[in-house]
């Protein structure tokens, strides 16, 4: 299994920034995905879920300003994030729904004026 984050930066309030997620190693469409995050000081939490059939949902905090989704072809996930809040600096990590052991390297998003 191969996991890489990408798209992370130094964002205003308000600003937006879009993640993608590279895998490989495993059969990619018939798989559960998620975004997860990790801010300084704090667990690592679930953010957004997409199903292999491409439903999706996100936690409190973030809907109606983040959308997850996947594309099966280039083996891709994305997720989408507008209306960025100072409280979204994390790393951002993207895994299977269930996942095992293995973490791939995360991106940083960091929100600050």
């Known amino acids: 299994v191969q996991l890489q984050a990408s798209g992370g930066g130094l964002v205003q309030p308000g600003g937006s920034l879009r993640l993608s997620c590279a895998a490989r190693g495993f059969t990619f469409r018939f798989v559960d995905m998620a975004w997860y995050r990790q801010a300084p000081g704090r667990q690592r939490e679930l953010v957004a879920t997409?199903?292999?059939?491409?439903?999706?949902n996100v936690i409190d905090s973030v809907r109606g300003r983040f959308t997850i989704s996947r594309d099966n072809i280039k083996r891709t996930m994305y997720l989408q994030m507008n209306s960025l809040k100072l409280e979204d600096t994390a790393v951002y990590y993207c895994?299977?729904?269930?996942?095992?052991?293995?973490w791939g390297r995360g991106t940083l998003v960091t929100v600050s004026s």
């Open positions: 997409i199903s292999s059939d491409h439903s999706t």
């Open positions: 895994n299977k729904q269930t996942p095992g052991t293995y």
